[in-house]
């Protein structure tokens, strides 16, 4: 793996709403776009313009990602988010667990990972609820920074 | 992975604890160090590959650090519970930790970072975290951790 003499970074953000796409113990996309006009800066990663929070990386090498949202309701239940690259959650080890106290409270959720990325690869940071939640879950302001540390002139 | 071509390296590791590891507090008001006794690294450049003895995140050039620490805790129900992150013994300044309640003994998803100069890094001394309990002596579960240091300089 070599370092890179151009540089990549991201910053994808959407003020989200309702998740609708929630099942019981399993991963779904947060289900908003990272479309162009919800990008606050890119250069080097490439974003979907389908109704998935997710970005493309054109240089392999080992990102710092950094993602937060807002919890919002969805009350008195369990959730977890998880990196996964291209579609394929790498370890149980790199999730962040949070619950959502039964009064429709407004939770700051963020986390950050180093996962080394290959050319072309997706990146996208899932969302799971243990038991489906009988008040709707919302997930607002959401934010992934994302650059790439092997590059030069960094350091 | 190849070097880069600057006197300057650069440097990182981002290692994740085994999941549900139990902090146990032995004392109200101590902190108590997480032992890095297993989990996985999901990338290092400049670090020292870990072994399976306490600590792992060991830099091995001198720098300006930053740590970012990401996790879930639970347990100790509706107590003040504290993190702290450093070098070693060296947690800089007392205000720099993080404390919060407890709240139902649920997961509560929490962050720390910080910014450590280390100018005598010796190759044996890796970065650390620890927790406090603040109301009383029931341990703490630590559902999940990734703990990341990236050399800025």
């Known amino acids: 793996m070599q370092f890179q003499n151009t540089i990549a970074y991201a910053q994808l953000y959407n003020v989200g709403g309702e998740v609708t796409n929630l099942e019981s113990l399993a991963y779904k996309y947060f289900p908003f776009p990272a479309i162009s006009s919800n990008i606050g800066t890119l250069k080097n990663i490439n974003v979907s313009s389908d109704s998935e929070f997710k970005a493309y990386v054109e240089q392999t090498g080992a990102y710092f990602i950094d993602f937060s949202f807002i919890a919002d309701s969805g009350d008195s239940r369990q959730y977890k988010i998880c990196p996964f690259i291209d579609g394929v959650q790498q370890s149980e080890a790199l999730e962040n667990l949070f619950f959502q106290q039964p009064s429709g409270v407004k939770y700051e959720v963020s986390a950050n990972w180093i996962l080394n990325l290959t050319q072309g690869q997706e990146i996208a940071i899932k969302l799971e609820v243990f038991n489906i939640p009988t008040v709707t879950f919302f997930a607002r302001d959401i934010k992934m920074s994302i650059f790439n540390l092997q590059q030069l002139g960094i350091h | ?153």
């Open chain 2, 1 to 153: 992975m190849s070097t880069n071509q600057f006197t300057s390296q650069s440097a990182w590791i981002s290692w994740s604890n085994a999941i549900e590891q139990e902090i146990v507090i032995s004392e109200q008001g101590e902190f108590t160090p997480l032992e890095f006794t297993s989990g996985v690294v999901n990338s290092r450049y400049n670090f020292l590959t870990p072994a399976p003895a306490n600590p792992q995140l060991i830099p091995t050039i001198n720098g300006v650090y930053m740590i970012q620490a990401s996790l879930t805790s639970s347990g100790a129900t509706n107590q003040l519970l504290s993190w702290r992150v450093g070098y070693g013994t060296n947690f800089g300044n007392e205000n720099s930790i993080l404390t919060y309640t407890s709240k139902g003994g649920n997961r509560w998803s929490v962050n720390i970072n910080c910014i450590r100069e280390l100018y005598n890094v010796d190759g044996t001394t890796g970065f650390t975290i620890e927790a406090r309990n603040n109301d009383g002596a029931n341990d703490i579960t630590l559902e999940r951790l990734t703990y990341n240091v990236i050399k800025l300089y």
